[in-house]
């Protein structure tokens, strides 16, 4: 069974940092880009951040940029998302994602997590 399961979330004072992980089985990861969205409550689900097969390429939404670090072990088959300088309008589940393609579109990617919800207090 293909799964990703994430952990890491919680409730942050904005300002504050906290990292995410997500953990895949069922599949050989190496072969997957992989990426982190989020939801919050009445939005869609919006991209976050991406990482290359190997690690070396990443990419990022705007809103998160200089803030987050994408990276991935493949030899434990592990994502991370680091977050600092956590904003209010951080809040949301967060979802790893597993995907063929070089992209930032949710419909590009194949497995999806359960989400990780996390919340930063103003």
């Known amino acids: 069974e293909k799964q990703l399961v994430e952990s890491g979330g919680g409730l942050v004072q904005a300002g504050g940092s906290l990292r995410l992980s997500c953990v895949a089985s069922?599949?050989?990861?190496?072969?997957?880009?992989m990426g982190w969205f989020r939801q919050a409550p009445g939005n869609e689900r919006e991209f976050v951040a991406a990482?290359?097969?190997?690690?070396?390429?990443?990419l990022y939404a705007d809103q998160v940029k200089g803030r987050f670090t994408v990276s991935r072990d493949n030899a434990k088959n592990a994502l991370y998302l680091q977050m600092n300088s956590l904003k209010p309008e951080d809040t949301a589940v967060y979802y790893c994602a597993a995907s063929t393609r070089w992209s930032d579109a949710a419909n590009d990617y194949d497995y999806w997590g359960q989400g990780t919800q996390l919340t930063v207090s103003s």
């Open positions: 069922g599949f050989r990861f190496d072969d997957y880009a």
């Open positions: 990482v290359s097969w190997s690690g070396k390429n990443t």
